[in-house]
């Protein structure tokens, strides 16, 4: 079993930045691949962003390509994404996932093990 705890969501404007964190339980952290996702009120739950267990493949959706970038710490048990140039769109609550995968595998539907309860975005024009 997998805890997953997100944070470093908030209030930002237009064209800021945020850096949320995605701290796992657990001992192997290394085998998870791990992604982020995102729902806004009324809308489906969206892909934004993989990175496989030892950080090397990456895959970003197309609404953040860019402006976005995600990377682990496996010695902290935490996956990071750093938002920049954020968009009124980008507001969301956002969502870590988890899921026990080869080394160099990313997913990008959501069809994850693990989920955390997620953390606001909000973005202020």
């Known amino acids: 079993q997998v805890q997953l705890v997100e944070s470093g969501g908030g209030l930002v404007q237009v064209g800021g930045s945020l850096n949320l964190s995605c701290t796992a339980s657990?001992?192997?952290?290394?085998?998870?691949?791990m992604g982020w996702f995102r729902q806004a009120p009324g809308k489906e739950r969206e892909f934004v962003a993989a990175?496989?267990?030892?950080?090397?493949?990456?895959h970003f959706s197309d609404y953040v390509k860019g402006r976005f970038t995600v990377s682990r710490d496996n010695a902290k048990n935490t996956v990071y994404l750093q938002m920049n140039a954020l968009k009124p769109e980008d507001a969301a609550v956002y969502f870590c996932?988890?899921?026990?995968?080869?080394?160099?595998?990313?997913?990008?539907?959501?069809?994850?093990?693990?989920w955390g309860r997620g953390t606001q975005v909000t973005v202020s024009s």
């Open positions: 996932a988890a899921k026990m995968a080869p080394p160099r595998v990313v997913f990008t539907s959501p069809n994850y093990d693990y």
């Open positions: 657990g001992r192997t952290f290394s085998r998870y691949a």
């Open positions: 990175i496989c267990g030892g950080g090397i493949m990456i």
